[in-house]
């Protein structure tokens, strides 16, 4: 006689099946994900280049594994996840430019073994500094992973654009140093502009072979020496920083940008540094760029018009001049009413003899009584 299942045995022997049917499918549906252009994205050359700019995207999305360009320009991506690129054996340029990326998991670019260029700019990239009490690194849920983790395996790097972000931090008191260290010998081009950066440490591309590197728009106070190790540097942009003197030039640089910078045209050695540039860089020579900031009597004077033997030494400014007239007028009539009134108390001779002698003793009572 035939088992007959009762209502809840069937329930259960469906559903089991049911799921079993659902995984086989999406199995077999992976694969296919991974091998066809993600939705909202345009696919071209097959899957190899693929656009997914100006897509609304708030996540990254899978791609197929033959991907070698991938754009993922002005979306609403905040988090770039472990797991979603680590496929990507074969791609050679990933763009995140202009989105609002605050978090990158620490393995998130593992497996990129062939990665040429990565570009993050006008993002919200940053870090904090290790703790005071411990040198230990303290991160919220939210911030990122220690960033030495974060290049780790991109030998073929050859671009990294970070331009606009928040990464003065990253690079203070050499805390995270060794983010470049180890890790991308083969980078070329760094972009690191509009990122409030204040200092580098003298090891921080130790090793490197850059040949192009931007830091201008930062807060920079003087010319880092680490760029005398920079043997492979041929352009360098130090322009709008906080640069006051100029040192420590690699004379290998091609190119180098120190205009709008507020230097101080009160030292020769200075602004011989600067000039000596002259014919080498011929951008020294236009107008405005390259102008004194102090002292203020030289404010707004062209650099390269400077005379070395008569150069702007520090005085006395407009107005502290007036306040020293007004100081010694102020004196002078004190001086004055001072010599009326002893005219007037007939101790004239005696006030001007102790003047002279610059003695400072109090009249004796008996002249002044004879005088009065």
């Not at 050859?158 to 690079?171: A, D, I, Y």
């Not at 180890?182 to 509009?194: A, F, G, N």
Request: hydrophobic fraction near 35%.
């Amino acid at each position: 006689m035939p088992t007959i299942l009762s209502h809840d045995s069937m329930v259960y022997f469906l559903s089991s099946r049911l799921k079993g049917v659902l995984v086989l499918l999406l199995l077999f549906q992976l694969p296919l994900a991974l091998n066809s252009c993600p939705k909202f994205c345009e696919c071209t050359n097959g899957p190899t280049v693929i656009n997914c700019t100006d897509r609304g995207l708030s996540n990254v999305p899978l791609f197929p594994k033959e991907s070698v360009r991938i754009y993922l320009d002005r979306n609403n991506i905040t988090i770039i996840q472990d797991g979603k690129l680590n496929h990507l054996n074969q791609l050679e340029k990933l763009t995140f430019a202009d989105n609002q990326v605050s978090h990158i998991d620490a393995g998130a670019f593992h497996g990129l073994t062939n990665l040429e260029e990565l570009d993050l700019t006008y993002n919200q990239l940053s870090f904090k500094l290790p703790g005071s009490m411990d040198n230990t690194l303290v991160y919220s849920k939210k911030s990122m992973p220690h960033p030495c983790n974060i290049l780790h395996g991109m030998t073929k790097l050859k671009t990294l654009k970070l331009q606009h972000n928040k990464l003065g931090n990253l690079f203070k008191e050499g805390a995270y140093a060794c983010i470049f260290q180890d890790q991308v010998y083969s980078l070329k081009t760094l972009e690191l502009s509009h990122n409030n950066i204040s200092g580098l440490t003298n090891n921080l591309f130790l090793n490197m072979s850059l040949e192009y590197l931007n830091l201008s728009y930062n807060r920079l106070m003087s010319v880092p020496k680490l760029f005398q190790n920079l043997t492979s540097l041929t352009t360098l942009d130090l322009s709008h920083n906080e640069i006051t003197c100029v040192n420590n030039l690699n004379t290998s640089i091609v190119s180098i940008d120190l205009s709008n910078n507020p230097f101080s045209c009160s030292s020769a050695k200075c602004i011989q540094n600067l000039k000596g540039q002259s014919e080498k860089y011929n951008h020294f020579r236009e107008t405005g760029k390259y102008v004194c900031h102090t002292p203020e009597k030289c404010n707004g004077q062209d650099i390269y018009d400077l005379d070395l033997t008569n150069l702007c030494q520090s005085g006395l400014s407009t107005t502290k001049k007036i306040l020293a007239g007004v100081m010694g007028f102020t004196a002078g009539m004190l001086t004055l009413v001072s010599l009326w009134m002893c005219y007037t108390r007939n101790l004239f001779k005696v006030c001007v003899d102790r003047w002279r002698s610059f003695h400072y003793k109090e009249v004796p009572r008996d002249i002044a009584m004879h005088h009065i």
